[in-house]
């Protein structure tokens, strides 16, 4: 079966240290994979996505991710963490051929002045 | 562009009642999703429009649940009658068909069936 996996459910970070949040996929094929962040009493919202090319890519807000084929990961990453970073964060794949998203269940980030 | 408008921002209704939450999709999209958010199922596909034709309502819960898209700028989720069970975040989504095109999400309606 085809999912999306992100194992912690929350992640503390001091302000101004790396983050990562985490996510790896089981998917056939040559999927896309997407970042989305929620805000609270918001819509989620798109902050960046890898289709083809470069493994390292850059979004919204300073974020970027990183894909790893061998590893099927796509690791999301700040260098900086801003106390304004603190929400829900999603992870997609969208298995080629498909309109559909597999989400994952979401990380909740929280970052500590 | 306004982005994705739901409206009610909330609803509150009585077990049995119908509700109709709204969508107006972003103007040019034509694929248009239906999710709904629960702490204990996260989010889940209802049903997807593509050019306003139900392409999969395999996520539609039960029969109580019906969604329409009478044309590109409008949709409609409806639950008749509703059950405390229904209560959750339900958003609208609207994309383009290609896939390495992202969704962009409306706030959401919080529907709580009491």
């Known amino acids: 079966a085809q999912s999306v996996a992100q194992p912690e459910d929350q992640v503390n970070v001091a302000e101004g240290n790396p983050l990562t949040v985490k996510c790896t996929y089981s998917?056939?094929?040559?999927?896309?994979l997407f970042w989305y962040v929620q805000y609270p009493n918001r819509g989620l919202q798109f902050l960046l996505k890898?289709?083809?090319?470069?493994?390292l890519v850059k979004g919204s807000y300073g974020f970027e991710a990183e894909f790893n084929k061998s590893q099927t990961s796509f690791h999301l990453k700040k260098p900086s963490a801003l106390v304004s970073d603190s929400a829900l964060y999603f992870c997609?794949?969208?298995?080629?051929?498909?309109?559909?998203?597999?989400f994952g269940t979401g990380t909740r980030l929280k970052v500590l002045a | 562009d306004a982005g994705v408008i739901q409206s009610p921002r909330h609803e509150v209704t009585e077990m049995g009642q119908e509700v109709t939450l709204r969508c107006k999709p972003i103007?040019?999209?034509?694929?248009l999703f239906w999710y709904r958010q629960t702490m204990m199922r996260g989010l889940e596909l209802l049903i997807y429009f593509n050019n306003n034709v139900p392409i999969d309502d395999s996520g539609m819960p039960e029969d109580r649940f019906s969604a329409k898209m009478p044309n590109a700028s409008f949709s409609t989720l409806k639950i008749q009658p509703s059950e405390p069970r229904d209560s959750a975040v339900y958003f609208c989504?609207?994309?383009?068909?290609?896939?390495?095109?992202?969704?962009?999400f409306g706030s959401g309606t919080r529907l709580t069936v009491v």
């Open positions: 997609a794949v969208r298995p080629s051929g498909t309109y559909k998203y597999i």
């Open positions: 989504a609207s994309s383009f068909l290609e896939p390495n095109y992202g969704y962009t």
């Open positions: 998917v056939s094929g040559n999927p896309y």
């Open positions: 103007s040019g999209h034509n694929s």
């Open positions: 890898y289709i083809t090319g470069d493994n």
